[in-house]
């Protein structure tokens, strides 16, 4: 089946870029998303990027496609304290179904 | 304002008890979905339905039951029959089956 894989933990500092990395096995997801979820609370809906697309840009945050390599990131500019949180990528349509995949999770921690 | 909630935020069961959980969403959504999240791991799918009426089991349906009565509304119970219910469940909803989903701000379930 499917294996979404990301790391556990990211640490920053305030200011400086994040990059959350995200690989996988099956290439047949649709759209491929990431949600941000802070401790204690549902899952937020950040950004996602269509399958045949490289790359997308959404103010401070931008989400890189490799399909060759079965990678994905999510590039945070400017990383603020209240970006603090995990973040989960996400394939949906993987294995030809409806089902969404989830990756582990990244906890993110700024630093001031 | 459009969204889904959840109800209660947390819940606690006795040994032997069934529990409910409800979800509700007033995005029109015609898919509904229940996760389960433990410490470390990504989300898991128990239970989906694509339409009023009709529901199917996910990855880790055991000891859990749902119903879709109404569009708005589908509700989780957490039967006597699974044995380890402590964990975070989140309800989602998406305009169909293929769609981006938006989650509610869950339900902590803790065993007594």
Redesign the interface.
Known sequence: GED?EQS?FLSVREGDSSVINCTYTDSSS??L?W?KQEP??????LT?IFSNMDMKQDQRLTVLLNKKDKHLSLRIADTQTGDSAIY?CAL??AEGT????????TRLKVLA | DGGITQSPKYLFRKEGQNVTLSCEQNLNHDAMYWYRQDPGQGLRLIYYSQIVNDFQKGDIAEGYSVSREKKESFPLTVTSAQKNPTAFYLCASSNDIQGTQYFGPGTRLLVL
Not at chain 1, 98 to 105: D, E, L, N, S, V
């Open positions: 979404v556990l649709t759209y998303y949600y204690g609370a549902g899952l937020q809906l996602y989960f949906g349509g409806y089902k969404y995949i989830f990756g582990t999770g």
